[in-house]
Structure formats: structure tokens, C-alpha cells
T-cell receptor
Framework: GQSLEQPSEVTAVEGAIVQINCTYQTSGFYGLSWYQQHDGGAPTFLSYNALDGLEETGRFSSFLSRSDSYGYLLLQELQMKDSASYFCAVRLANSGYALNFGKGTSLLVTP | DTGVSQDPRHKITKRGQNVTFRCDPISEHNRLYWYRQTLGQGPEFLTYFQNEAQLEKSRLLSDRFSAERPKGSFSTLEIQRTEQGDSAMYLC???????????FGEGSWLTVV
């Protein structure tokens, strides 16, 4: 089967850097995705890592180590609007590109 | 690009009634997905279409649930004989054949009373 583990809650101060870790177990790995979801809103795509290493998109970066079945999302220069839930996800086997999501990490950014 | 749209956004229904949700994917996307999400949880996969063919169904999709995608365009998700446990947000998403990214709609909130 598949499983993803990520911390349930993280709190950080505005302007700081926070790292959200994700470990996964899956057969047939096709990449690790990250999504952001504000309360009551739709999950929105942040980043995708198919290969080992760091992908940077503005204030957000994502890292993958396939040998460790591990990835993380790094958020820099935190802003209040970054308070949201963050989900890592891997592709479900035998489901086209459907994703299997972790339970999510609730990030609270405080002043 | 108008994004994925879902209708209705909110539905309150009495237990035992049937409800139907509609999803219009991004126009050039041939893959369409339905997910369910409850508070504090990640989206849970329900079913997946490629064009009009329903290729995968989760064990979460009981026989009270049925999804269709006629002509490979919009999709509907019907829940028959609703139960209180069906209360959740139902998310639709779409993707292209070439892409690794799926794009979600705003979701349809269902409350069964």
C-alpha cells in the first residue's frame, strides 16, 4: 500500500523560514507533489519533484531524496497569508495521475 | 482558462435524499478526478476518468455513489440515499495527459442532516 507521513501542525513567526517534512511509502514512485489549501478553499499546486534535489519557486522550495523516500517543503520569508494546510502527495498506482495525499500539515504564521 | 468549476458550492440535504454534483474541468484536460475531503484530513481519491471512461474507483466509492462523464466533458457525482457520514467536501480536479499536476475546483460542500 501507500502511506505518507507529515507533521500535523507547525507554528512559525512572520519572516522566518519553516520546513515541512514528508516521508512516503509507495510502490512505483512517480514524483512528490505539494499542495496548499486555505480554510474553505481548493488545494492549489505548489511544486513537483520527480528527481532528487531542490526545486525553487519564489519563496517556496521543495526537496526530494528518493533513496530516503523523503521530501520537504521549505517556505521562506513567511507571511501571514502562508497560514494554511500543506499536503504532500504521491501518484496512486493504477490511477492515471490521481494523487494520494497525506493528512496535511497545518501551518500557523504568527506576528 | 476558467479553471475547474463545481456546482453547487453548498448543499444541505436530509438523510435519505439523493444529491448530484456537477464538475466542469479545464477545457483541454482529458483526465478528471473526484475526491472527498473531511475536516482535518487530506483529499481522498474516489474515482478517475480518462475522457468518458471511468478507469478507477476507490473502495471508498460505495454502491450509493455513481459518477459519469458523458462525452468526456463535464462530470456528475451522484450520491443516493445520503447518510450523515457522507457530509464532506467533494472536490473535482482535472489534468492533461502530459501533465503531472492536477488542478482542483473550489469543491462542493455537502451537509446531511
Amino acid at each position: 500500500g501507500q502511506s505518507l507521513e507529515q507533521p500535523s501542525e507547525v507554528t512559525a513567526v512572520e519572516g522566518a523560514i519553516v520546513q515541512i517534512n514528508c516521508t512516503y511509502q509507495t510502490s512505483g514512485f512517480y514524483g512528490l507533489s505539494w499542495y496548499q489549501q486555505h480554510d474553505g478553499g481548493a488545494p492549489t499546486f505548489l511544486s513537483y519533484n520527480a528527481l532528487d534535489g531542490l526545486e525553487e519557486t519564489g519563496r517556496f522550495s521543495s526537496f526530494l531524496s528518493r533513496s530516503d523516500s523523503y521530501g520537504y517543503l521549505l517556505l521562506q520569508e513567511l507571511q501571514m497569508k502562508d497560514s494554511a494546510s500543506y499536503f504532500c502527495a504521491v501518484r496512486l498506482a493504477n490511477s492515471g495521475y490521481a494523487l494520494n495525499f497525506g493528512k496535511g500539515t497545518s501551518l500557523l504564521v504568527t506576528p | 482558462d476558467t479553471g475547474v468549476s463545481q456546482d453547487p458550492r453548498h448543499k444541505i440535504t436530509k438523510r435519505g435524499q439523493n444529491v448530484t454534483f456537477r464538475c466542469d474541468p479545464i477545457s483541454e484536460h482529458n483526465r478528471l478526478y473526484w475526491y472527498r475531503q473531511t475536516l482535518g484530513q487530506g483529499p481522498e481519491f474516489l474515482t478517475y476518468f480518462q475522457n468518458e471512461a471511468q478507469l478507477e474507483k476507490s473502495r471508498l466509492l460505495s454502491d450509493r455513489f455513481s459518477a459519469e462523464r458523458p462525452k468526456g466533458s463535464f462530470s456528475t457525482l451522484e450520491i443516493q440515499r445520503t447518510e450523515q457520514g457522507d457530509s464532506a467536501m467533494y472536490l473535482c480536479a482535472s489534468s492533461s495527459s502530459a501533465g503531472n499536476t492536477i488542478y482542483f475546483g473550489e469543491g462542493s460542500w455537502l451537509t446531511v442532516v
